[in-house]
């Protein structure tokens, strides 16, 4: 089992992350809570610290809350399957 903790930046059910990236270009916004990234809270005190000063982003972040979160994932092997 896999246990991350930190911090999450939530608003309305879904939380900040990547929504879009093809390299070249890339777009935030809200997004499931299982694929959102978990931020280390002694870097992530405020929801504009995902971002950088003069982001488009800023004032979105400042609507979502940063919540303590723990994800845990865990895989389970329902049946063994031998490959030749």
Sequence with gaps: MKIEKG???IKDG???GEEYSDGHSTSYG???LESAPIYDPRYCTKPQD???SSSGYVEELKSGNIILVERRTEVIILD???YR
């Design 80 to 82: 063994i399957w031998t």
């Design 50 to 52: 995902a971002t950088y």
């Design 7 to 9: 911090v999450m930046i």
């Design 30 to 32: 809200w997004i499931d």
């Design 14 to 16: 879904k939380a900040w």
